[in-house]
């Protein structure tokens, strides 16, 4: 790839330097060796990006280290970042002993909108008082809250003060009578394989499981605890996000068979697993409303009533069909844990709020911890956006480092990546002093350098398409399509 790169420059440079020629077709050594002078001082060779697609770093901002102790103090020594930059930063690396490796967060899967808060390490936590907070478009104050000194606890008093008890305090943005939820399914053959979901063949579910379904298979194995042939991750509900960045209708995919569909999933199955297509049933509730007694109905607001709904988190995915003018009559999907997925609500009163907020207590590093402020997990990214959670008449937003005066840093709404080039081009209007790019993971099994199989974080079709950006951009930013858990050192090439 380093002669490919030095191939184009060498090219250039017998077009645009004058007296510079080729004896034969091949450039002899001497303007082979210019243009490989050449390579490295169009370039920044001493900075490398990587494309992260955890929810640990944003889409709207690139985090630069000049250390593998800087990263490691960040994300946490058994992090895969800290991994890459323990091969990036060399001990004694006289060609780049300034060298900076950066990362920002390239959502090839959805992502919805976080608040990040500063670091509260040694941070005595007290005091008490009223929050605001604006999310997906609505604001309001918080419960009282009184904060105790204990880093967990802390969290979970703020989500509550928050929410309030069975998502109490959420303010109602739209209330209708006489309405129901009616529970729906259909059936397809596929398998899940680690974030993507393999529909290879659609059944009673005619374009697929709908986006917002939840997934049981005959053995009840997805619909328990996510434990299906060996998942990384337990108690997670099976929930289908997106339709995945390209769809793999070839056999390149590890059960060799087309599929018809794919998808992104919260799912995300382990390694040493033999996936094969298995029958598959998608569970969603629909919403029916009888009347809009005020409010506009939409996507993105969660469903409480005077029942079991303030206890659990049923949340407007999609509209079905549109009734009335007046919203009347119309009909929504609606995602709902498994465990409330197949009941019948109503005809009753149901209102609508906002997603309900998670704040989790987030310990990467001994020297670093955080709140990760986010909605719901069944809260579409696509209607998430947040802003900084602000004291009204306390210091507490402040003291948890979450307010807009802090150290937090946001991603202020939803994002999914549908065009690579165009993505690219985002990121270099934020920072252009690179020259080298690579996935946080590689591709599971490349097959050949135009098809992958996917992997653990990358989607089929993503890794070609970041092939082909880097292609036009005439050597300037270089993509190591062969990396991912590892990276060669700094001012060094593939």
Known sequence: MLQQLIGFIAGLLLSLVPGLQSTSPVASAAPFAQAAAAAKALAFPCSRLILDTTDQTIPDKVFSFTSSTSVSNFFGSTNIKTKLANSYFVPNNNICPSAVLSFIRFPILPARAHIYGGNLENTQLSGSGVVSITSQGYSWNSAVIELTNNFTQ????????????????????????????????????????????????????????????????????LCIDGS??????????????????????????????????????????????????????????????????????????????SNSLGTTTCVIASELSNGQSNQNGSTWLVSCPMATVTNHIGPEEINMTPCSIHVVPTVPSASRSYFNVSQNGYCPYYTSSIGYINDVNSTIAHELQVSENSSAFSDSEGKVVTNIAQEMSYILSLDNQWSTVQLVTNPLSPTSKTNYAGGPATIYGVAPALKSWSNTTNGKYYYFEDYGATTPPAGTDD
């Open 228 to 305: 299906y042939s060996g998942s990384i991750l337990t108690n997670q509900e099976n929930l289908v996000m997106q339709k995945a960045y390209e769809n793999n209708n070839t056999t390149l995919n590890v059960a060799q068979t087309p599929n018809v569909e794919t998808y992104t999933m919260f799912l995300r199955t382990g390694t040493g697993i033999n996936p094969k297509p298995i029958p598959i049933t998608a569970y969603w509730e629909v919403l029916t409303v009888g009347s809009v007694l005020n409010g506009t109905v939409a996507a993105g607001q969660q469903l409480i009533d």
């Open 154 to 221: 802390a969290a979970a008093e703020l989500q509550n003060g928050i929410n309030g008890v069975n998502n109490s305090n959420l303010p109602v943005v739209a209330s209708t009578t006489n309405s129901t939820l009616t529970p729906a399914n259909c059936t397809f053959s596929g398998y899940p394989y680690y974030v993507s979901l393999n529909v290879t063949a659609n059944q009673s579910c005619n374009a697929g499981p709908p986006i917002g379904s939840v997934l049981c298979d005959v053995n009840s194995e």
